[in-house]
């Protein structure tokens, strides 16, 4: 039986009782831990390395901690970040115009995403 793929899915704390990107991850064949922003390096340090990280960005009434995501997501990027793990900005609105997380998941890492589980 193979092991399900691991991604890290950063948000701001407040989830809906259905996580949406969680369940569409799963439907891909990846489990989740979710964290926020703030504990993200350290459930990072923790877990075993992740295929992907998400930063799922606040809503407009959460816009406080939009500069928080962004910085993140840059040091995440960086030179002394995750290496070759891929940090995906997950803005809802705009991944659905470019064809939603099934289109970004093949982007990432290839239309095998979707067919294999052995990644």
Do not use: C
């Not at 948000?11 to 504990?39: I, K, M, N, P």
């Amino acid at each position: 039986m193979n092991e399900l793929r691991k991604v890290l899915v950063v948000d701001s704390g407040s989830r809906a009782s259905v996580d949406a990107l969680s369940a569409e991850l799963a439907g891909l064949g990846f489990s989740s831990v979710t964290t926020s922003v703030e504990a993200a390096d350290d459930v990072l340090s923790v877990i075993p390395r992740p295929a992907a990280i998400f930063l799922k960005m606040p809503t407009v009434e959460e816009s406080q901690h939009y500069g928080s995501f962004l910085a993140l997501a840059e040091r995440l990027r960086g030179p002394n970040g995750t290496g070759d793990i891929p940090v995906i900005v997950w803005d809802r609105e705009r991944l659905l115009d470019s064809g939603g997380i099934s289109a970004v998941m093949q982007h990432q890492f290839g239309p095998q995403v979707l067919a294999s589980p052995d990644f």
